[in-house]
């Protein structure tokens, strides 16, 4: 583990960050007492938050099970002792995705390895650190969050990521939609990229918030937002996926979200601002926005 740690921290000062901007909230003496929490959760630019993540705590992460199949990548996502979990957009049981289809055969879920690593006494496992957005953003807002990773009912260490840049000359560091290779070669053909994280106190759930996960997702989300002074939305990944530059992927997108919406194709998404909030003249209101 000390290894993946320094060869991520390596990875990064290559990718153009040879500093982190680190900031550490605390919180009350008894928060402040208590023992690290077991779950890191965090917003989702890209790759390089996973990388600081790694390289600070030495965090494992829940992965696309698809990953483990990828030359040097997955050897790293076994090592660390990631979490394999395959997305289903009808379920809202991990912290990225979905479990797989269950069978009386099948291996523990997902969703049950999360639990089993957050009840263990401490130092068991590394961290582990989720993205409960389920998919990366560009940070200018956050989007639902997925459960998983507050089913458990344990305290949980939420950690905010932001990713500024230049919108005249710059590059945009993060890694919405579109081809990885053009966001690395990006990213390193830029002289300097900024990364500013923000540990904030250990969130500890209330007994309301323990028997509801869905409330205490929603809780830590807005803690969250308020932190990167953003607004929350009631979007999903799937709503991102009608921007995927793949044609396979538009089309799976639209057909999720018509099962959504009861078989009728949703209205497209208007928007009132640009990446930079800039007006964009013409517009109505945006759709699907929750209240913070």
């Not at 965090?42 to 600081?52: D, K, P, V």
């Not at 829940?62 to 957009?89: D, T």
């Not at 905010?160 to 690395?184: A, E, L, Q, R």
């Amino acid at each position: 583990m000390g290894g993946a740690r320094v060869f991520a921290r390596t990875l990064l000062f290559f990718y153009g960050f040879p500093w982190v901007y680190v900031t550490y909230v605390k919180g009350d003496e008894q928060q402040q007492a208590a023992p690290p929490a077991p779950i890191i959760v965090c917003n989702h630019l890209g790759f390089a938050e996973t990388l600081y993540l790694l390289a600070d705590s030495g965090c494992c992460f829940i992965s696309k099970g698809a990953n483990r199949s990828l030359p040097f990548i997955g050897r790293v996502i076994e090592v660390i002792q990631c979490v394999q979990v395959f997305r289903r957009p009808d379920s809202d049981s991990t912290a990225g995705g979905g479990d797989g289809d269950k069978k009386a055969d099948a291996p523990p879920s997902a969703t049950q390895i999360v639990l089993d690593r957050a009840k263990d006494p401490p130092n068991t496992w590394p961290p582990l650190a989720t993205f409960p957005e389920g998919t990366t953003t560009n940070g200018r807002a956050l989007i639902d969050f997925r459960t998983g990773a507050f089913r458990a009912g344990t305290a949980v260490q939420p950690v905010v990521v932001k990713m500024p840049f230049s919108p005249i000359h710059g590059y945009d560091p993060t890694f919405t939609c579109g081809n990885i290779f053009h966001c690395v070669l990006g990213l390193m053909t830029q002289p300097m990229n900024h990364m500013h994280v923000t540990h904030l106190p250990i969130y500890t759930p209330t007994p309301a918030e323990q028997a509801d996960p869905r409330l205490y997702a929603d809780n830590v989300q807005k803690k969250m937002a308020e932190a990167m002074g953003v607004e929350t939305l009631h979007l999903s990944y799937v709503d991102k996926m009608q921007y995927e530059p793949s044609n396979v992927l538009r089309e799976k997108g639209r057909k999720m979200l018509m099962e959504e919406n009861g078989g009728v194709a949703p209205d497209e998404p208007v928007f009132t601002e640009d990446l930079f909030g800039r007006p964009i003249g013409g517009c109505g209101g945006g759709r699907r926005k929750k209240e913070v």
